[in-house]
């Protein structure tokens, strides 16, 4: 069995402050990685993931995440935050064989303030 | 080049009716998965469809059943609904052979009274 635990539920900081998220798993299969960012009243958007290679991804917004495999970990950052980044954050994992099936953790609210 | 689509945006329901919840996939994609997002949790995997078939399914009871059409499309139906069925239903799809990416929905906000 797969699970995701995000350590932090709540995460307020300032604007142009550096933020991360932190996310752990637990599987005893190899896994796929994804971040996925929730606006209020809508669907999930994906913001990167790691499939293979590299361990350090990163998306089209500045956040980037890395795959640590000694520590079961993808922690997500961003070194200078905006207002428009405020949002839930939700990050899965999935199997890298077989089926796709997403397990996600419960979310962290990344809330930025002026 | 659309992406994932559903239908209806919203729906209020009484307790013991009966629904239908609707998905396309975005272009290309042969995949459809429904996921179950209750109020201020993580969204949780209720079954795939693939080639018009369930070939998996997380921990829902059979009230929860779906379709997958020809053309990809798919229908979540949910029976004897319970107060608790409140939530947003999302919809993901994916590619069979262009990598396990899940691309969701706008999802259908469900609401029981």
């Known amino acids: 069995a797969q699970s995701v635990t995000q350590l932090d539920s709540q995460v307020p900081v300032f604007e142009e402050a550096p933020v991360e998220l932190r996310c752990n798993y637990s599987s005893s299969v190899s896994v796929y990685l994804f971040w996925y960012v929730q606006y209020p009243n809508q669907g999930l958007q994906l913001l990167l993931k790691y499939l293979s290679g590299s361990t350090l991804v990163e998306s089209i917004n500045g956040f980037e995440a890395e795959f640590n495999k000694s520590q079961t970990s993808f922690h997500l950052r961003k070194p200078s935050v905006h207002i428009s980044d405020t949002a839930e954050y939700f990050c899965?994992?999935?199997?890298?064989?077989?089926?796709?099936?997403?397990?996600f953790g419960a979310g962290t609210r990344l809330a930025v303030h002026p | 080049d659309a992406g994932v689509t559903q239908s209806p945006t919203h729906l209020i329901k009484t307790r013991g009716q009966q629904v239908t919840l609707r998905c396309s996939p975005k272009?290309?994609?042969?995949?459809v998965s429904w996921y179950q997002q209750a109020l201020g949790q993580g969204p949780q995997f209720i079954f795939q469809?693939?080639?018009?078939?369930?070939?998996q399914r997380g921990n829902f009871p059979d009230r929860f059943s779906g379709h997958q059409f020809p053309n990809y499309s798919s229908e979540l139906n949910v029976n004897a609904l319970l107060l608790g069925d409140s939530a947003l239903y999302l919809c993901?799809?994916?590619?069979?052979?262009?990598?396990?990416?899940?691309?969701f929905g706008p999802g259908t906000r469900l609401t029981v009274l």
């Open positions: 272009s290309g994609h042969d995949t």
């Open positions: 899965a994992v999935s199997s890298s064989g077989g089926y796709n099936k997403l397990i």
């Open positions: 469809y693939y080639e018009e078939e369930e070939r």
């Open positions: 993901a799809s994916s590619s069979s052979n262009q990598g396990n990416t899940q691309y």
